[in-house]
T-cell receptor, first 115, second 114 residues
Framework: DTGVSQNPRHKITKRGQNVTFRCDPI?????LYWYRQTLGQGPEFLTY????????KSRLLSDRFSAERPKGSFSTLEIQRTEQGDSAMYLC?????????????FGSGTRLTVV | SQKIEQNSEALNIQEGKTATLTCNYT??????LQWYRQDPGRGPVFLLL?????KEKRKERLKVTFDTTLKQSLFHITASQPADSATYLC?????????????FGSGTQLTVLP
C-alpha cells in the first residue's frame, strides 16, 4: 500500500465550472476525511466517512459541495459552480477505526485554482 | 468558543539548538493532542500523539509535553537540523455536531539555519 492517493494534484478551472477530486485511502482504514487548507492556515474539516456512511459534515460546507464514498473504498469530492473563494488545497486523510496511538494519514492534496 | 493557538510568528533557530513550539487551547479538555509536520505542497505527516494522562512523550529527537491545567502543549526538537525546517501543526479532537473532529491550529513555520 502506497498510502493515501489523491488525484489530480493540481486543477485550474474557470469560475462556474464543476470539479471532482478523487481520494484513495489506505485500504485497511475505515475512516476517511476531507479537509480544506488555505495559505497560512491549518487544515479545516469538511466531512467524514466511516465506511460508506457520511457521518459528519462541517457547517461551513455549502450546498455546492458534495462527497461520496460509494463502496467504502475510494471517495470523491465534487464542487459545483466553483467560486474564486473555493481556491485552496483539498486534503484527504484516512485512519483506522480505532484511534490507537496513531494519527491521520494524509494524501498530498489537490490544489484547486479558480480563475 | 473553542480555539487553538500556535506561535503566531515563524521561528528561526540555529542548527544544533533546541526548537520549542507552543500550542495553546481554550474552552476545551481534549482526551489527546497530536502534532504533525507539513512540508510545502504536501499533506501533513503525523508525528506524535499524547494523551491527557501523559505528561511527556518522546520519539527520537522529538519531545512533547501536555499540561492540561495550563491548556498547553510544548513540542521540542533537540539537536535541530536544516532538514527539520517545515510547518508544525498541533491538532485536537473538538466536538462538532455529533462527533469529535480533529481540529488543527494554524501552524508554526520553523526554519533551522545552517
Amino acid at each position: 500500500d502506497t498510502g493515501v492517493s489523491q488525484n489530480p494534484r493540481h486543477k485550474i478551472t474557470k469560475r462556474g465550472q464543476n470539479v471532482t477530486f478523487r481520494c484513495d485511502p489506505i485500504s485497511e482504514h475505515n475512516r476517511l476525511y476531507w479537509y480544506r487548507q488555505t495559505l497560512g492556515q491549518g487544515p479545516e474539516f469538511l466531512t467524514y466517512f466511516q465506511n460508506e456512511a457520511q457521518l459528519e459534515k462541517s457547517r461551513l460546507l455549502s450546498d455546492r459541495f458534495s462527497a461520496e464514498r460509494p463502496k467504502g473504498s475510494f471517495s470523491t469530492l465534487e464542487i459545483q459552480r466553483t467560486e474564486q473563494g473555493d481556491s485552496a488545497m483539498y486534503l484527504c486523510a484516512s485512519s483506522p477505526n480505532q484511534q490507537g496511538a496513531g494519527g491521520y494519514t494524509f494524501g498530498s492534496g489537490t490544489r484547486l485554482t479558480v480563475v | 468558543s473553542q480555539k487553538i493557538e500556535q506561535n503566531s510568528e515563524a521561528l528561526n533557530i540555529q542548527e544544533g539548538k533546541t526548537a520549542t513550539l507552543t500550542c495553546n487551547y481554550t474552552n476545551y479538555s481534549p482526551a489527546y493532542l497530536q502534532w504533525y509536520r507539513q512540508d510545502p505542497g504536501r499533506g501533513p505527516v503525523f508525528l506524535l500523539l499524547i494523551r491527557e494522562n501523559e505528561k511527556e512523550k518522546r520519539k527520537e529527537r522529538l519531545k512533547v509535553t501536555f499540561d492540561t491545567t495550563l491548556k498547553q502543549s510544548l513540542f521540542h526538537i533537540t539537536a535541530s537540523q536544516p532538514a527539520d525546517s517545515a510547518t508544525y501543526l498541533c491538532a485536537l479532537p473538538i466536538s462538532s455536531g455529533s462527533a469529535r473532529q480533529l481540529t488543527f491550529g494554524s501552524g508554526t513555520q520553523l526554519t533551522v539555519l545552517p
